[in-house]
């Protein structure tokens, strides 16, 4: 049987990790990452992966720029950003 409780909460924390990536929180962030987080980046062009919660909270503390944009497409638990340059850069 589904448990829908779980997937009401499920579904609440990737709302949660989404608008701490939109808004660039990284204190929300923070709070919804277990301290052994494992977070995988993997396209044709780049791979890579952080090991930790110090760790992701940097890699976003250094990406995070009002300089880009991002688009962001979410689909059967994967995330998919496209990073558009602004005209300035």
Same mark, same amino acid.
């Given at each position: 049987? /589904? &448990?829908l409780v779980a997937i #009401? !909460?499920?579904? !609440?924390l990737k709302a949660r990790y989404f608008r701490g990536i939109d808004t660039c929180n990284l204190e929300l962030l923070r709070t919804l990452f277990a301290? &052994?987080?494992k977070i995988s980046f993997d396209s044709p062009t780049y791979q890579f992966e952080l &090991?930790?919660?110090e760790q992701?909270? #940097?890699?976003y503390r250094? $990406?995070?720029? $009002? *300089? *880009?944009?991002? /688009? *962001?497409?979410?689909a059967q638990g994967k !995330?998919?950003?496209s990073r558009v340059p602004?005209?300035?850069e």
């Open positions: 049987m /589904l &448990d #009401e !909460q499920i579904k !609440q301290p &052994d987080v &090991d930790g919660v992701a909270i #940097e890699f250094s $990406n995070f720029t $009002n *300089r *880009r944009f991002g /688009l *962001r497409f979410a !995330q998919f950003v602004f005209a300035a």
